[in-house]
C-alpha cells in the first residue's frame, strides 16, 4: 500500500512539473524553442501494430480514425493562424504519421527512418536512434524549425517527455533540452 501511494506521488509530481514547463503554440511561433518541433501522430486508436505489420501496407498498421484525421487538419489549422513556418516536414514511414503529416498540409513530407518506431521491434531501437541523432545533429544552428511527426517511444527516448496523440515537444539538438508546447487540440 505504501509504494503505490508514493508511485501516485510521484506521478502527480511529474504532471504537475511537465505543465508548469509548458509553452503555448503561440509562444512558439514567436520565439521558436530550439530548431525541432516533434509531434506525435494523431489519433489512432488501439495499442502497438497487429501481428501482420508490413511497413508499406496501412491495412495491416493501426491507422488515424476520423478523429485522428480532423485532429491532423486541426494542427495544420493551428500552425498556420499563429504563422509557424517549417524549413521540413519529416515522417517516420509508419502510416498514421505519414496521413498525421499530410493532413497538417505545412509542406512536402519526407520520410525519416530515424522516426520509425522501435516499440514492437519491428526496426532496432539503437540503430533508429543513431540515425535521427544524425539527423539532428547535421541540423543547421539557425532557421525555422523542422516539423518531425513521429511515435511516442521515439519523442520520450529523445526527450525523456511522454506524449499523447497530437501532442508537441519542442527540443534544442544542441542543448539536448526539451518543453512541451501546447496545442489548441490538448
Known amino acids: 500500500m505504501q509504494w503505490s501511494w508514493l508511485v501516485l506521488v510521484g506521478m502527480l509530481c511529474t504532471i504537475v512539473f511537465d505543465t508548469t514547463h509548458a509553452m503555448s503554440l503561440k509562444e512558439y511561433a514567436e520565439k521558436p524553442f530550439g530548431r525541432v518541433l ?33 485532429q491532423s487538419r486541426q494542427i495544420g489549422n493551428a500552425f498556420r493562424n499563429v504563422g509557424l513556418r517549417f524549413e521540413g516536414v519529416y515522417s517516420s514511414q509508419w502510416c498514421r504519421c505519414l496521413e498525421t503529416a ?18 514492437q521491434g519491428v526496426v532496432q531501437r539503437e540503430a533508429t536512434l543513431a540515425s535521427l541523432r544524425k539527423f539532428l545533429q547535421d541540423l543547421r544552428a539557425d532557421g525555422d524549425p523542422v516539423l518531425l511527426v ?37
Open 38 to 70: 516533434m509531434l506525435r501522430h494523431a489519433l489512432a486508436p488501439g495499442f502497438g501494430d497487429p501481428s501482420n505489420f508490413q511497413l508499406r501496407d496501412c491495412s495491416t498498421q493501426r491507422i488515424l480514425d476520423e478523429v485522428g484525421r480532423e
Open 150 to 186: 513521429t511515435h511516442q517511444v521515439t519523442i520520450s527516448a529523445i526527450t525523456r517527455m511522454g506524449v499523447s496523440s497530437g501532442a508537441a515537444v519542442a527540443y534544442d539538438p544542441v542543448t539536448d533540452q526539451a518543453q512541451r508546447v501546447t496545442l489548441p487540440t490538448d
Open 102 to 119: 499530410q493532413l497538417i498540409n505545412m509542406g512536402k513530407v519526407l520520410e525519416l527512418t530515424g522516426l520509425n518506431s522501435f516499440f
